[in-house]
């Protein structure tokens, strides 16, 4: 191994009661694409926090280029040539792009060389120009970051933590908002930069992309260093295994085929809606797991919107349990029994700084009223019941709900929703940005409610999550049913056949 | 997006002529010598309170607590004049800036120190010093008889002076001269140094301001410091100017202020934000409410203008805001 860039000694970090990180070690050399995987909660973030200088730690000690530090703070790690690229991009919306480009460099300056107090623009345009020369890139200098599309946004971060001629970049989470075009010419510049000398700490939870761009693998479990070594030494399962601390079992659903006799809990006749959906004929019985395929437009988050009374004007015909249902807005939809899962649930679903339990009674309110007032100790016992059968990881119910992992907030919005005794589940991406140990756990849940015969609707992107939950794919291709499959015929390489020949 | 920047400064010139067409039109004397003078002494001390209020805004607080810090660093510097016989200018001026300064300081460390939302620190701040004012140093006023001589022949000094028709005397005060110093020096220091680029940063996202390592101590400390300093100096500089010193007085500036702040385009939550517009919100705000007697509107009606021009303003700004957001994603 060629010398070490960084290294940290038994780093240790608590935060009140919680012990984020027990004495970690970490080694990265000059010139490598290192991957620190872990599930959320792992101690990751509070990791890159400690080598950026944002959070110091309490024990242990960093050695950067052979000089040793106790602790850092954020200009001294960009002085030492850190730079960190989180998840969120860290801009400035209000500043231009020349100016988000050229102001850490400015802090940082600010300090060493002769404290300067001006700032020009013309200054921060030419240092903005050689940022974006190096990667290659084209960008609006003079727009203001708030006016671009997410991709260029990340463009934008990654040119800023060139500026400064980094020798170590960060990079936390980068794919989570990028389309698959994205990331790979996001692993283009990341290869590029390696080229040029950078070493890379590549933060994900994702186990494709860590074999696809990095060289070695450090895994961190609970605050814990649990496998380190040659992305050779890996293989999907032991990474895994090393993730999450236990084996995934991944048996495929099965439905025993209803009797003819059952009604189905759903079903669509010459479903439309104007220029999103054309004559859809869909049944979807109880117990069924559906999932829904397609590209993005092709009327898989249409459906699910209009079924949630989101389109008024639909036309054709829906049934629940044989009872024809008119689903013209929010309120008649959940009337009639019908739950929607956003894909974004921070933004469309949970109410962050409310507690749990009152997420989770949010739509059943009316349950428990009793005259003008509510029951609120009834209430709170059927809140507790859903947090134990959702299996939500929480020691009360009175926290808020922002303070829970993706996995654990995607329990409380369904949770939510078998208070109110939905008979039809739509979920729509419902494990993105949930790490695999919950993941799995969310799978297990989704299916014993469907065994207890709540029929659901998945919408999702990923295709192992649709092959092992659904007893039954349908393909969505511009407003149409674009093919069916069954369960025993249910084949991730048969749906990615189907999606090519989409378009 | 420099384009939009000057296009909502533009916004403002423009109803600012619409609204001078439209009141000289009612009455001719708006457009007198004597009423466009008095209109531009009429903007030095809301205009140097309000670059203050400016610079708290753009790095995302908010401050109600300068009328107070105005009032006190005036009437305690005066009072001190007149109990050590101390005649000087730049000496007492230096004084009020000074007192003004730290009632600031006082803000930015609790805003910074404990974490508390600026509103309700202002708030708190403001009514204590106000209260503690009247309650501790006294409720009389210092009229002119009293005022220091020094103090009035400096707040009476006027650029130049002409007589008009009937031989009265019109003058243009030099007070403007100090107003449009200080705005052109916030201006530099908000543009063309670190620290000003950092007050916008701070204001545009405070955590990713502290993750490239501004110094947002110093970021918090310079905007409370720049607006207590800023009022301090402003409340001395008014009681020169109308040779008076009132210990109740600029009661519910701060809403005229911070209207005017706001009409100049400005955003309450932080990042956005001019000079140049703020200069321009405040000449409005006072041409219209100083305009209402020439409009035959009686002054009773002033704060209803005040109100009406904060919620327009407020819903123009966000209204911007959202055109842009949605411009981008």
């Known amino acids: 191994m060629t010398e070490a860039l960084i290294a940290l000694l038994g780093v240790s970090k ?8 027990a004495g970690v070690s970490l080694t990265l050399a000059a010139g490598e694409i290192h991957c620190l995987a872990g599930e959320n909660g792992s101690g990751k973030s509070t990791l890159i926090k400690i080598i950026a200088g944002v959070e110091s730690p309490d024990a242990g000690e960093i050695t950067l280029a052979g000089e040793r530090l106790s602790r850092l703070d954020p200009k001294g790690a960009i002085a030492r040539g850190i730079q960190v690229i989180y998840q969120d991009f860290s801009l400035f919306p209000s500043l231009s792009v020349a100016e988000n480009l ?47 599309a997410t991709g260029e946004r990340q463009l934008v971060a990654i040119a800023r933590a060139l500026v400064s001629a980094p020798r170590l970049l960060i990079m936390d989470e980068p794919t989570t908002a990028l389309t698959g075009r994205e990331i790979e010419r996001l692993f283009a510049v990341v290869r590029e930069l390696r080229a040029q000398g950078l070493s890379i700490l590549f933060v994900s939870h994702k186990i494709r992309e860590m074999f696809a761009i990095s060289e070695r693998i450090t895994v961190l479990r609970n605050g814990l260093v649990v496998a380190e070594g040659e992305v050779a030494a890996f293989d999907e399962a032991s990474l895994a295994r090393a993730m999450i601390g236990e084996d995934l079992a991944e048996e495929p659903y099965r439905w025993p085929d209803a009797a003819p006799s059952v009604t189905p809990r759903l079903v669509l006749s010459g479903f439309s809606v104007p220029g999103e959906i054309e004559a859809l004929d869909l049944a979807v019985f109880p117990g069924e797991i559906v999932g829904v395929a397609g590209l993005l437009g092709g009327g898989r988050t249409e459906l699910a919107l209009a079924l949630f009374g989101f389109r008024p004007h639909y036309r054709g015909e829906v049934r629940l349990d044989g009872v024809r249902a008119r689903l013209s807005s929010v309120a008649a939809a959940v009337a009639a029994g019908i739950a929607y899962v956003p894909e974004d649930r ?42 134990a059968e959702m299996a939500i990881n929480t020691p009360d119910g009175a926290r808020p709900v922002a303070t829970l992992s993706g996995g654990n907030q995607q329990r409380v919005m369904i949770g ?33 409610l ?15 999550e649709l092959v092992q939950n659904c007893n039954r794919v349908v393909m969505l291709h511009r407003g149409r049913l674009a093919g069916t499959f069954a369960a025993p015929a249910l084949s991730e390489e048969g749906l990615a056949e189907q999606l090519r020949a989409l378009v | 997006m420099k384009a939009l920047f000057g296009r909502s ?15 000289g039109a009612i009455n001719p004397a708006f457009f007198g010598l004597s009423n466009l003078f008095s209109l531009a002494r009429s903007n030095v001390i809301v205009g140097i309170m309000a670059l203050g209020v400016l610079t708290v805004m753009i790095s995302g607080g908010i401050d109600v607590s300068f009328p107070a810090f105005a009032v006190a660093a005036m009437y305690l510097t005066l009072r001190l004049m007149l109990a050590a016989d101390w005649q000087g200018i730049l000496g007492p001026f230096a004084l009020a800036s000074a007192m003004g300064l730290a009632f600031g300081l006082v803000n930015a460390s609790l805003v910074h120190g404990l974490r508390m939302i600026p509103l309700i620190v202002t708030l708190g701040t403001g009514a204590l010093v106000r209260g503690a004012l009247l309650g501790l140093v006294g409720t009389s006023q210092i009229n002119i008889d009293h005022m220091p001589p020094g103090l009035i022949h400096f707040g009476s000094a006027e650029l130049f002076a002409v007589r008009d028709a009937s031989g009265a005397h019109i003058g243009l005060s030099a007070m403007i001269l100090i107003y449009l110093a200080l705005a052109a020096l916030v201006h530099l220091v908000l543009g063309k140094t670190l620290l000003g680029r950092g007050v916008y940063a701070y204001g545009d996202d405070r955590e990713a301001a502290r993750r490239l390592g501004f110094d947002q101590r110093r970021i918090v400390f310079f905007v409370y410091g720049l607006a207590g300093a800023l009022a301090g100096f402003a409340g001395l500089l008014h009681a020169s100017m109308i040779w008076l010193a009132n210990p109740r007085d600029f009661v519910g500036l701060e809403l005229d202020v911070i209207a005017a702040v706001v009409l100049g385009g400005a955003s309450i939550f932080g990042g956005r934000g001019s000079v140049p517009g703020t200069m321009l919100g405040v000449f409005l705000l006072v041409m219209i409410s100083n305009s209402l007697i020439l409009m035959h509107i009686p002054t009773t009606w002033q704060r209803v203008v005040v109100g009406l021009i904060v919620i327009v303003a ?8 959202r055109r842009r957001a949605q411009g981008g994603a």
Do not use: C
């Open chain 1, 102 to 148: 050229a102001l850490p460099s400015r802090i940082a300056g600010a300090r060493g060389r002769g404290r300067r107090f001006g700032f020009s623009a013309g200054e921060s345009y030419a240092i903005a120009r050689a940022a974006i020369a190096r990667l290659g890139i084209d960008l609006p200098l003079a727009a203001e970051v708030g006016t671009l």
């Open chain 1, 416 to 448: 939510r929703w078998l208070l109110r005794r939905a008979r039809l589940l739509i979920l729509n991406g419902p494990t993105v940005g949930v790490d695999i140990g919950s993941k799995a756990g969310l799978h297990r849940r989704i299916r014993a």
């Open chain 1, 14 to 21: 608590r935060f009140g009661g919680v012990q984020a990180l």
């Open chain 1, 346 to 387: 921070l933004t469309e679903g949970l109410f962050l700084a409310q507690s749990i339990d009152r997420n989770l009674l949010a739509a059943s309110l009316a349950r428990w009223r009793r005259w003008l007032l509510l029951d609120l100790a009834r209430a709170e016992e059927s809140a507790a019941v859903m947090r």
């Open chain 1, 450 to 464: 469907a065994e207890k015969g709540l029929a659901v609707l998945m919408i999702s992107d990923d295709l192992p």
């Open chain 2, 314 to 321: 407020t819903a123009a700004t966000s209204f911007r805001d």
């Open chain 2, 9 to 23: 400064e533009s916004l403002v010139a423009i109803a600012l002529l619409v609204a001078m067409v439209v009141i």
